[in-house]
């Protein structure tokens, strides 16, 4: 899949990554524990979007954003955490 238009909000205890494609909303959640470390809660995705990737875009967009702030992320989301295991590359933000 090409790559998608994700945006990004956040308040004071934690945010969200989001995407519209094809009239679904997919999404990951995040919240913050302390100054240093993410924990993603949740991930999101219609069925109607399944096995296109959007799942792992949204994560790879928590993964840049901690990078970006010297973050440490706490994949508790079960997706998120399936994603780290694949992906050992991460393991620099992994906590």
């Given at each position: 899949?090409?790559?998608?238009?994700?945006?990004?909000?956040?308040?004071?205890?934690?945010?969200?990554?989001?995407?519209?494609?094809?009239?679904?909303?997919?999404?990951?959640?995040?919240?913050?524990?302390?100054?240093?470390?993410?924990?993603?809660?949740?991930?999101?995705?219609?069925?109607?979007?399944?096995?296109?990737?959007?799942?792992?875009?949204?994560?790879?967009?928590?993964?840049?954003?901690?990078?970006?702030r010297g973050l440490k992320i706490m994949p508790l989301?079960?997706?998120?955490?399936?994603?780290?295991?694949?992906?050992?590359?991460?393991?620099?933000?992994?906590?």
């Amino acid at each position: 899949m090409a790559d998608l238009n994700i945006r990004h909000s956040e308040g004071d205890s934690g945010g969200r990554f989001y995407v519209m494609v094809e009239g679904h909303e997919a999404e990951m959640t995040y919240s913050k524990a302390g100054t240093s470390v993410i924990i993603i809660d949740h991930t999101d995705v219609p069925e109607a979007l399944g096995g296109q990737g959007v799942g792992l875009q949204l994560v790879e967009a928590g993964i840049a954003l901690a990078r970006d702030r010297g973050l440490k992320i706490m994949p508790l989301c079960p997706f998120a955490k399936a994603q780290f295991d694949k992906h050992p590359e991460w393991k620099d933000v992994l906590r």
